[in-house]
């Protein structure tokens, strides 16, 4: 059995879709999902799916072991950043290394680092009239966006595109990829010997 811990701090559209793709699986469990907002809609959609959704303040984050310790009850495989925006602290990195996961909605290492998320990634896009963008999903480090690259996907950008336009096209490939992306690196875990691209988390790389 391997145990999914997922982090969100908004709607949770992409933290739906995760717990729809491993309802199926009886060998993956979402134990969890914890946020940084206490009237984030991700808890509606936890509620909803009967999944258990936990918030959490900045002192507890930043100032205490108290996340850390809830993580450590919830024994989780693999740590899924969907749309969680605040940095990750050095002790869950240091617990947890190479088994946290984020997704950039840019192809990294463009539009990343602190402030751009969302739709500042999507209007950058645009003003620097970009022909494509993507999604990145990458290990996390103690820096913004720089983890070391797991997967990355493109779609085509037209000068026509809005940035509503851009953010549906990079919304489509969230939710075909990253599920995905999320089993195979559990199946990884489990079976050493199954190489994901051969990614190194220490040097990079990208998982095709």
Known sequence: MKNIVLFASGSGSNVENIIHHFHDKPNVTIAG???NKRDAKVLDRCNILKVNGLYFNKTSF??????????KSMQPDLIVLAGFLWKIPSNLIENYPNKIVNIHPALLPK??????????????VKDNKETETGITIHYVNENYDEGAIIHQSKTEVLPEDSVAEIAEKVH?????????????????????????????????????
Request: glycine share 10%.
């Open 62 to 71: 930043y100032e205490t072991d108290c996340v850390l310790n809830i993580l």
């Open 33 to 35: 999902v914890l946020t």
């Open 172 to 208: 489509a490939l969230e939710y075909e990829h990253f599920p995905k992306v999320i089993e195979k690196l559990l199946a990884e875990k489990s079976s050493p010997n199954i190489a994901l691209g051969d990614v190194d988390p220490s040097q990079g790389g990208v998982m095709n």
């Open 111 to 124: 539009y990343g680092g602190k402030g751009m998320y969302g739709n500042h990634v999507h209007q950058a």
